[in-house]
Every structure is written in C-alpha cells, then in structure tokens.
C-alpha cells in the first residue's frame, strides 16, 4: 500500500477517534498515492455543521482574529508604555506562530485532554511539515527583530515621524495595532484553518494527481525564501559593522533591494502549494498569501522603508543617497530581473531550495 494511503486510513481512524462530535466522513478504497485528504472523503454525503464560509468565520476567524487581538492589546499597553511602536513588530512573527501551535496542538490539549505528545502524534505528515516550516520562519523572525531592538536601544525610527502626531497613542490601538491584528488573522489561515476544520478542507480542496511534485516545489520555494531572508540579515548585519560608505549592492543584495521581502513572500506562498499536495487547500488560504504580499508591498514593506531610506540619506548621508539612486536605476525591488538568472547568488539560492527538497525527504520518515 502507497505511503500515502497509510496516512489516510490513520487519519480516519484519529478523527473517528478523536473527535466524534464532528460528522464522520466516509472512506474509499484505494487512492492514489498523492491523495492525503481530499479522494478518502466523500463529498456527497459529508454534511458538516461548519461547511460554510460562515461557519468558519465562527470556528476559525473569530478565534483567530481574538486571538492576535489579545496580543496586540497586550503589546499596545507595553508600546505604550515605553513609547516604543516597535512592540507590534514583536508579534508578527511570534503571534502567527504561537497561533498555529495553539490551533494544531492547544486546542487539542484542552478541549480533547490529549498530551501534547498525542496531540503532536495525532497530526497527519504534511501538518506536521506545515508546523514545523511556521515555527522556523517566524522564530528566525522574532530573534532577529528582538536583536535588532535590543542592539538600536530606541524605538524604530521609521516610527519617529508617526509618534510625533499630537493624541498618537490615544488612537494607536485602532489604527496601528488591530489593523496589524486582522492583517495576522488573514495571513495565518494556512496554518490555522488546516488545524482547526480539516474536515472542511478536505472537503472544499481541489484534487490533484500531483502531489509529490507540489510537496517538493512547496519545500523548494520555502528554501529558497529561508535562505534568502537568513543571508540577507547577516549580509546587511556585516555590512553595517564593516563601516563601508554608501548601501549594501553585494551578497543576495546584489539580486534585488529587497531579498528579505522576496524570501518572505516565497515562503508564504509555499505554505498553500503544501496544503495542496495533501489536498487540504481550502480556497480562503489562498487570501493568505495576496494578503501578506500586499503587506510587503504597499502597507509596511519595501514602499515605507524606501521612503524612510531616502529622506534619512538626504538630510544626513549624501553618499548613500547617491548610491542608493544608482542601485534604484540597477536592481528591482522586489521581483529580480530575468538576468539576475546568471548572478551567482541566484545560483547558491536555488541549490539551497534543491538542498531543501533533498533534506525533506531523508526526514519523511522521522518526522
């Protein structure tokens, strides 16, 4: 039997198992190897009581949404607190994460009274995959962010301009905090949804016959997004302690102004292309990944920090203001260009992706 269809029949069993309040769905036979989820349930007969987007708006979205509403209160009393906007920046890593932990494996505790190690056990591979690619990107994230602060010893000054508005911080929950709290919710539905209504995924996802190269392109594109934000932070990190003039052109800044950014989206876009291998692809954790690039391109990414970048070199740097011109004129900003395809650094960033696929599957069965 393929390994797949193995990990249908125990996923039958966990959920008949262990959630039987929820409607049982119904199994086929044998399946094709890449079927996870989607074929061994029967779509005409499963009625589930939260099969629509209303109903998931109730069992996902509002938990989630209250969930990083919780944090963005908390950290909107400490930012307050210090006169530090930057506190906000602490959760879009930690909070996404923390939030796939609790919808995979919290919920389960409490409301099944599993150990965490059942609850760990009773998740199928490619939920496990997802959680454990979630915890890396946003613990990378957070170090780095907690570095950065503790490092500068002050607020962002990206946020300088925005705090000197007279009654800021008596509006900043409204307008800055829980914005950042839905944008959060939006962005997490690939790694809560799959958690908290598998049934419903299963039912709602396309069904591909192309799992394993989907698996394998979802790992390949997280590489290749990991590695490109880690060098790009250490790259940049190492560039400021040289004390060089002018910006950073070099390393994976040599492929475009924002490989952070870039890494970032790739990595966000690999997690629905996993929840399609597995047939899990719910059509609403598609919004996750527009959502996040537009939050990278037109609300808080690559468009404020130029912005910032410019006026800080203008009025204080005037080398790095014309260097910054010239790799404007030189490299995109976010998309490289189809020559980019020769720089060396695109090369070692796509054998990193390839080196990816290789490591995921020598773990399949460890996992």
């Not at 009274?113 to 490619?126: I, K, M, R, T």
């Not at 690939?190 to 049934?199: A, G, I, N, S």
């Not at 594109?221 to 934000?229: A, D, F, N, P, Q």
């Not at 047939?279 to 609300?299: C, E, K, M, Q």
């Amino acid at each position: 039997m393929a390994e797949h269809e193995v990990l249908g029949d125990r996923l039958g069993d966990k959920l008949r198992r262990h959630a039987p309040s929820l409607p049982r769905p119904s199994f086929r036979g044998i399946g094709a190897e890449q079927d996870v989820f989607g074929s061994h349930f029967n779509r005409t007969t499963y009625r589930g009581l939260r099969a629509s987007t209303l109903g998931l708006m109730h069992s996902v979205v509002l938990p989630s949404f209250t969930f990083h509403a919780g944090l963005s209160a908390v950290a909107y009393g400490i930012s307050r607190y210090t006169d530090r906007v930057e506190g906000k920046d602490f959760l879009w890593g930690s909070g996404m994460t923390l939030n796939a932990w609790w919808s995979a494996i919290g919920t389960r505790v409490i409301n099944d009274g599993l150990s965490v190690s059942e609850a760990w056990s009773d998740l199928a591979y490619p939920q496990k995959l997802l959680l454990l690619g979630v915890t890396a990107w946003g613990v990378r994230l957070t170090s780095r962010i907690v570095s950065r602060s503790r490092k500068r010893g002050e607020d962002d000054p990206r946020y300088t301009a925005e705090k000197s508005n007279p009654g800021y911080w008596d509006t900043a929950l409204f307008t800055t905090f829980l914005p950042e709290a839905v944008a959060q919710t939006i962005i997490s539905l690939p790694f809560t949804l799959p958690f908290r209504d598998v049934y419903e995924c299963a039912r709602a996802s396309p069904v591909t016959s192309h799992g394993p190269q989907l698996r394998d392109l979802a790992i390949f594109l997280y590489s290749v997004g990991l590695t490109l934000e880690t060098l790009a932070d250490k790259q940049l990190e190492a560039f400021k302690k040289s004390g060089r003039p002018g910006v950073n052109r070099e390393g994976v800044w040599s492929i475009v102004r924002h490989p952070n950014y870039l890494g970032d989206a790739l990595i966000h876009a690999s997690f629905p292309i996993l929840l399609l291998s597995a047939n899990l692809l719910h059509p609403l954790t598609a919004l996750a990944s527009i959502a996040n690039y537009v939050f990278l391109r037109v609300i808080g990414g690559d468009k404020q920090n130029e912005e910032y970048q410019e006026e800080r070199y203008s009025k204080h740097d005037a080398v790095k203001a014309e260097d910054f011109r010239e790799y404007k004129a030189q490299k995109n900003s976010f998309w490289p260009k189809l020559e980019e395809l020769r720089n060396g650094w695109t090369v070692a960033v796509m054998a990193a992706g390839v080196a990816g696929v290789v490591l995921e599957r020598a773990l399949r069965n460890v996992i």
